[in-house]
């Protein structure tokens, strides 16, 4: 049974910084492209950012671009998202994805997912 467990979230001031961590369990790790996605209340479900199976290959939403990093330890079978000036609209559940049937670059919609973690809270006071 696959299961993705975030953690690393929290409580930060605005221009503070978190580091996300997501640890994957019975999957083959190295063949899934992963994914951040965040919901905040009352909105959609959005893309944060992804990156490839080796990792050579990484998509940011245009609002994370040069604040958010996306990185995988294969090793360790964890995914990380290193979130930087952090602002009050990055408030949201940030949750990471598994696309196993993707084996070439990184998936910017939620539909090509097929495995979801439960997610984890992250707040940004102003």
């Known amino acids: 049974q696959v299961q993705l467990v975030e953690s690393g979230g929290g409580l930060v001031q605005t221009g503070g910084s978190l580091r996300l961590s997501c640890a994957a369990f019975?999957?083959?790790?190295?063949?899934?492209?992963l994914g951040w996605f965040r919901q905040a209340p009352g909105k959609e479900r959005e893309f944060v950012a992804a990156?490839?199976?080796?990792?050579?290959?990484?998509a940011y939403a245009d609002s994370v671009k040069g604040r958010f990093t996306i990185s995988r330890d294969n090793a360790k079978n964890t995914v990380y998202l290193q979130m930087n000036s952090l602002k009050p609209e990055d408030t949201a559940v940030y949750y990471c994805?598994?696309?196993?049937?993707?084996?070439?670059?990184?998936?910017?919609?939620?539909?090509?997912?097929?495995?979801w973690g439960q997610g984890t809270q992250v707040t940004v006071s102003s």
């Open positions: 994805a598994a696309d196993i049937f993707r084996f070439y670059g990184a998936s910017t919609s939620s539909n090509t997912y097929n495995y």
């Open positions: 019975g999957l083959t790790f190295n063949t899934a492209a």
């Open positions: 990156i490839s199976r080796s990792g050579d290959n990484t």
